[in-house]
């Protein structure tokens, strides 16, 4: 390589015809070298492309935590604690939420299938799940068992869609003493329908109870005991 004038050119000396020199200009001799170094022989060690990607993405995660222990306080020992601090809240938040499956609910099948059957029939089904210690469904097919029992006696007008808090509310104006067992009743339903909750003895027996107690439970049906009840 030389230098005239600010141009630096490549001198390739090719013999060519009567051994007349050749000057490769500095850009054709770039392009060849560029060309050149293009062939797969000086690229076999090379990382492939998912390589390069992690390499980056590993990079990015470095000056990412690095940024963030330099602007949380203390440190690195800061961010470990602040990150702690994050994980310790969001489960906190979802041992109190529960899981979401809570609102993913579907009011048309809330509570009875295609064959329709009566309250006896529900009690019968329940007692055989708690029998076999299967809590979940003893405690739904006995708000189920409730449920059917109230429309049977007119106290509920029978209608599809039907949500467990919908019949508390409604069976809760006639029957404003149980209002609020009622109430916990479905809650019971919702959370281990919906809440992937797991019920257990106490929770069927409780259940079990107040449909008992629905059995004979008199009902006030005149409009000032409707509004107390709302």
């Known amino acids: 390589m030389s230098g005239a004038g600010g141009t630096t ?3 390739l000396l090719i013999r060519a015809g009567g051994d007349i020199p050749v000057d490769t200009p500095r850009v054709p001799a770039r392009e060849a070298a560029k060309h050149e170094l293009s062939k797969p022989m000086y690229h ?4 492939n492309l998912l390589q390069r990607g992690l390499d980056r993405l590993w990079d990015w995660i470095g000056d990412l935590l690095n940024t963030a222990s330099g602007a949380a306080p203390g440190g ?9 601090v994050v994980i310790g809240l969001v489960a906190a938040l ?34 055989a799940h708690a029998c076999a210690h299967r809590w979940n469904e ?13 429309e049977e006696r007119a106290l509920l007008t029978p209608r599809p869609g039907r949500t467990a808090d919908e019949a508390a509310a409604e069976a809760g104006r006639p029957l404003p003493a149980h209002a609020t067992r009622l109430h916990a009743a479905a809650r019971e339903f919702d959370d281990v329908t919906y809440g992937g909750r ?15 107690d629905l059995e004979t439970a008199k009902p006030l049906l005149t409009p000032a005991a409707q509004g107390a009840a709302e």
């Open 94 to 127: 979802w041992w109190r939420l529960g899981t979401p499956h809570r609102t993913a609910r579907s009011a048309d099948t809330l509570f009875f299938d295609d064959s329709p059957r009566s309250a006896a029939e529900h009690r019968a089904a329940a007692e």
């Open 44 to 47: 076999e060690n090379d990382p």
């Open 198 to 212: 797991t019920a257990d003895q106490q929770a069927y027996l409780a259940v079990r109870a107040l449909d008992l």
């Open 9 to 11: 050119a490549a001198r």
């Open 138 to 150: 003893a405690v739904q097919e006995r708000m189920r068992a409730i449920v059917r029992s109230l």
């Open 76 to 84: 690195p020992l800061g961010l470990v604690v602040l990150v702690l």
